[in-house]
């Protein structure tokens, strides 16, 4: 079955330390992205890539990084410089069309220690 | 700018009918979807509107409101397995086709 997914489940991060978040997916899309949500709040947009090789910030970049090597593949760097990062971590990935739905992963959630 | 408002919380009861509204403001709008995540789970894709009218999907039903920026996801029937939160979210020509979430509606369906 085709789908999308995230690792680990679940997180921890010591203070200073850099971790990153897995998404893979085997639908063929070109376009993924990477969503952070809090408690009672939207999904925020971190990163988004439309094709391999090529990835744009979204509304709140900082403190995050992340590569598009590979089609399949859209890993998320969560840095020091990210002061506030527990949370709710979803990838996402879509077709390239404007009426097509973006299909999650199930998440990670990040906590700090 | 960009904004989705949505109630934050509803209850309905078994077997009745929901209305969760939403309504946007958006630069360039291109199209409307509502998801419905579980608690803890991934969202999943239930409708798409871009043109003015209603969609309708099984039990699911949404309308649009292109000129009023206006749109309400309609659950008939309702089971226990609804409740949940609905997101409604944008796609926007402005800023390169991204899609902008509301905060959620959560629907919690009593017996």
Redesign the interface.
């Known amino acids: 079955d085709g789908g999308i997914t995230q690792s680990p489940k679940y997180l921890f991060r010591k203070e200073g330390q850099n971790v990153t978040l897995s998404c893979e997916q085997n639908l063929n899309h070109d376009a993924m992205?990477w969503?952070r949500q809090d408690p009672?709040?939207?999904?925020?947009?971190i990163y988004?890539s439309?094709i391999v090789n090529d990835f744009?910030k979204?509304d709140i970049a900082e403190g995050y990084s992340v590569s598009r090597e590979k089609k399949e593949s859209f890993p998320l760097t969560v840095t020091s410089a990210q002061k506030n990062p527990t949370a709710?971590y979803?990838c996402a990935s879509s077709l390239p069309t404007?009426?097509q739905?973006?299909?999650?992963?199930?998440?990670t959630?990040l906590s700090i220690l | 700018g960009q904004n989705?408002d949505q109630p934050?919380e509803m209850t309905a009861t078994e077997g009745a009918i929901v209305q969760i509204n939403c309504t946007y403001q958006t630069s360039g709008f291109?199209?409307l979807?509502w998801?419905q995540q579980h608690a803890?789970?991934?969202?999943?894709?239930l409708s798409?509107n871009?043109l003015d009218g209603l969609e309708e999907k099984g039990r699911f039903s949404s309308f649009l409101s292109r000129s009023k920026g206006y749109s309400y996801l309609l659950l008939k029937e309702l089971q226990m397995k609804d409740s949940a939160s609905y997101?409604c979210?944008v796609?926007d020509l402005v800023g390169?086709?991204?899609?902008?979430?509301?905060?959620?509606t959560r629907l919690f369906v009593k017996a």
């Not at chain 2, 803890?40 to 894709?45: L, Q, R």
Request: aromatic share 22%; hydrophobic share 30%; glycine share 22%.
């Open positions: 992205y969503y009672g709040q939207g999904l925020r947009l988004y439309q744009q979204g709710f979803l404007g009426n739905p973006q299909h999650f992963g199930d998440g959630r | 989705i934050t291109n199209g979807f998801y803890g789970e991934a969202p999943t894709f798409y871009v997101l979210a796609r390169g086709f991204k899609t902008i979430f509301g905060a959620g």
